[in-house]
């Protein structure tokens, strides 16, 4: 599935179902042909050889324990220690997949006996979600009215930030204009107006409702 969110109606279940159908490698307990998909061919199944399927396929698979989930590389106790250890010393985000919140949380909850040290993991993520919400409020506080680009920022993040970087950003934009009309001598709207009043009385975090899109979506992320 591409990894694109253009619709500001995503819902956290809406992620979840793009993240469903990411590949993941399994040991079939069952032998059969190759089945199609989208146009798409997985398979054969002959034990103990590993295939790839859709994370949802190997979920149904595992429901009927017709599989063993093979956990994905980066959801070690090894790798997500090495990504805290970054995330906590550098300012920048930390590479990780892109559905890694929504991946991790699905395997934790259906296939967590196919994973080494799932109590690790949880504790694990659940710090690495919390420094990655942290450099979300402080990157919010901090935008400058021109073109940003963050990397590594993964589907869930872009769900919580989208909708405060629209109206920060906006709002950043009519201070500028509103600078170069005073700079230029020329008469400010009434709406041009209040957007200044309103900036320069609050704090830009008083704008925010990034509390409410992380609680919103903590809810469904809790990894306990």
């Avoid at 990504?83 to 699905?106: G, H, N, Q």
């Avoid at 967590?112 to 990655?132: A, C, F, H, I, T």
């Avoid at 020329?186 to 409702?209: A, F, G, H, K």
Wanted: one cysteine or more; charged letters at 25%.
């Amino acid at each position: 599935m591409d990894k694109i969110i253009t619709s500001d109606t995503f819902t956290a279940e809406d992620i979840k179902f793009l993240a469903e159908y990411e590949l993941i490698t399994i040991e079939p307990f069952f032998r059969a042909d190759t089945f199609s998909l989208s146009g798409i061919e997985y398979g054969p199944f002959t034990p103990p050889i590993k295939t790839n399927v859709p994370i949802w396929v190997a979920l149904t698979l595992k429901s009927q324990k017709l599989c063993k989930i093979i956990s994905p590389s980066w959801l070690t106790v090894e790798n997500l220690t090495i990504l805290l250890d970054s995330e906590t010393r550098e300012t920048k985000f930390s590479a990780v997949p892109f559905y890694y919140a929504e991946i991790s949380r699905m395997l934790l909850q259906s296939a967590e006996d196919d994973l080494k040290s799932p109590g690790e993991l949880r504790m694990l993520l659940q710090q690495l979600k919390e420094k990655r919400e942290n450099k979300i409020r402080i990157g919010l506080a901090n935008l400058e009215p021109i073109p940003h680009k963050i990397n590594n920022i993964s589907a869930r993040e872009i769900h919580i930030m989208r909708p405060t970087f629209v109206m920060v950003f906006d709002s950043l934009r009519r201070i500028q204009e509103t600078t170069l009309k005073k700079s230029s001598g020329q008469n400010l709207s009434e709406t041009t107006r209040r957007t200044v009043d309103i900036m320069s009385s609050q704090n830009i975090d008083d704008l925010m409702d990034i509390e409410g899109e992380i609680a919103d979506y903590g809810e469904f992320m809790t990894y306990d």
